[in-house]
Nanobody, 121 residues
Framework: QVQLVESGGGLVQPGGSLRLSCVAS????????MGWYRQAPGKQRELVAS???????NYADSVKGRFTISRDNAKETVYLQLTSLKPEDTAVYYC???????????????WGQGTQVTVSS
């Protein structure tokens, strides 16, 4: 079993920055793609950014140029640097990871509990 724990959320003014972290713990043979999603009140969860085990990245159009995803494989951690934040970035941000627990098991998708990001003056 793998657990994902996010941290780094909070209240920030428009134009400000935050750095989110997500640490994977438990039994993981290999962590493949990792990503960040967000869900605002009354809206569907949406992909913000993802990164493969080879460090290829993908971003939602709404955050390109403002957010940066990165990972540290040795620490089993994925980060999301948020800059030039806007009120519309307000949401609960969730970490996601595709994990093989053992060499012979299929890949499973795990989710963190979420961290709140609020952008407001």
């Amino acid at each position: 079993q793998v657990q994902l724990v996010e941290s780094g959320g909070g209240l920030v003014q428009p134009g400000g920055s935050l750095r989110l972290s997500c640490v994977a713990s438990g039994s993981a043979f290999r962590i493949n793609a990792m990503g960040w999603y967000r869900q605002a009140p009354g809206k569907q969860r949406e992909l913000v950014a993802s990164i493969t085990s080879g460090d290829s990245t993908n971003y939602a159009d709404s955050v390109k140029g403002r957010f940066t995803i990165s990972r540290d494989n040795a620490k089993e951690t994925v980060y999301l640097q948020l800059t030039s934040l806007k009120p519309e970035d307000t949401a609960v941000y969730y970490c996601n990871a595709d994990v093989k627990s053992r060499p012979w098991t299929i890949e499973r998708s795990y989710w963190g509990q979420g961290t709140q990001v609020t952008v407001s003056s």
